[in-house]
């Protein structure tokens, strides 16, 4: 566990989980994939997890919080929307195939074990006991993330990306692409001692990052227009970028993601009137408007 704060805690991991302690208390921000990581954490901390509040709905998110409530009693916090998901994880595969998912896409990177959430958070304070936790919006990556804001520290989820993950993956995981730019918007705006993202290095300043992402963004629509000056089906299109970008799918569950972050693409150029669709011969076809 490394200490940012006098109170406030992170523990470095594949999922960056963050520890707030209150005056009777520990506030854990996200739970990891499943219960190993908050089972170790939990010996280490001063007091009982009481509540722990969900980033967003991905597995790799809330994966603990049944632990946590089977064990502490922990009170589960998440935002409207994703506290669906986190209650009836088959939403997750089921959004992302459309229809009852097949078994390959109900696995544990898509589906965190059920657990009921306590109550949902909105923007604003949040008083847990005689800490006062500042809650903003951060959706775009997913359909309504929160970040948390507690003693000039800022635990920003799933909000960007690091370098090396962009690097590697190229097209990241996007709900809503003008909701992910105004997160960048909202984020550089921002003047927080540090930032906790939940994947990367903890770090006091953002501004490049932040640029890297928007980069990052800007060049699958720069290369979904390229592409669509012919007209292609979502199909076709996902493996013209695939094959761009250099990047090479070897599962279903990656399969479905890029498709849903392609979609996402789709759906933010078509109402910004940069492309249409054809219906041509029972097909859907993506162009450029002309
Ligand atoms: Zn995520």
């Keep these: 566990m490394k200490q940012l704060k006098e109170h406030v805690f992170y523990t470095p991991n594949l999922v960056n989980i963050g520890v707030v302690y209150t005056s009777h208390s520990t506030v854990l921000i996200d739970s990891g994939i499943d219960e190993s990581v908050v089972k170790k ?7 009982p997890v009481k509540f722990v509040i969900n980033t967003h709905s991905h597995a790799d998110h809330c994966g603990g919080n049944l632990y946590l409530r ?23 595969p089921f959004y992302l195939f459309g229809a009852s998912p097949p078994e390959q896409l109900r696995t544990r990177f898509l589906m965190a074990k059920p657990c009921t959430v306590d109550e949902t958070l909105e923007e604003g304070p949040l008083q847990l006991e005689d800490v006062t936790l500042n809650i903003l919006p951060l959706a775009g990556h997913s359909v309504n993330q929160i970040g948390v804001a507690v003693d000039n520290v800022f635990f920003c989820g799933d909000a960007f990306f690091s370098e090396s993950t962009i690097e590697k993956h190229r097209i990241f995981v996007v709900y809503d692409v003008k909701k992910f730019l105004e997160t960048l918007d909202l984020l550089s705006r921002s003047d927080y001692d540090l930032y906790v993202p939940s994947h990367g290095e903890v770090t006091g300043d953002i501004k490049d990052l932040l640029a890297i992402n928007r980069k990052a963004v800007e060049d699958v ?52 009137n940069m492309i249409e669709t054809v219906f041509k011969e029972n097909v859907l076809l993506w162009k450029i408007r002309a």
């Design 70 to 92: 089977k064990h502490f009693s922990a009170k589960i916090l998440a935002p409207r929307i994703e506290s669906h998901i986190i209650e009836d994880p088959i939403l997750e």
């Design 41 to 47: 954490l939990c010996r280490e901390l001063e007091k």
């Design 221 to 272: 629509i720069e290369r979904i227009l390229k592409l669509l000056k012919t007209p292609l089906t979502t199909e076709n299109l996902l493996k013209e970028l695939l094959d761009a970008f250099n990047v090479r799918v070897e599962n279903f569950v990656q399969l479905v993601l890029y498709r849903s972050t392609v979609h996402a693409y789709l759906s933010y150029l078509l109402r910004e």
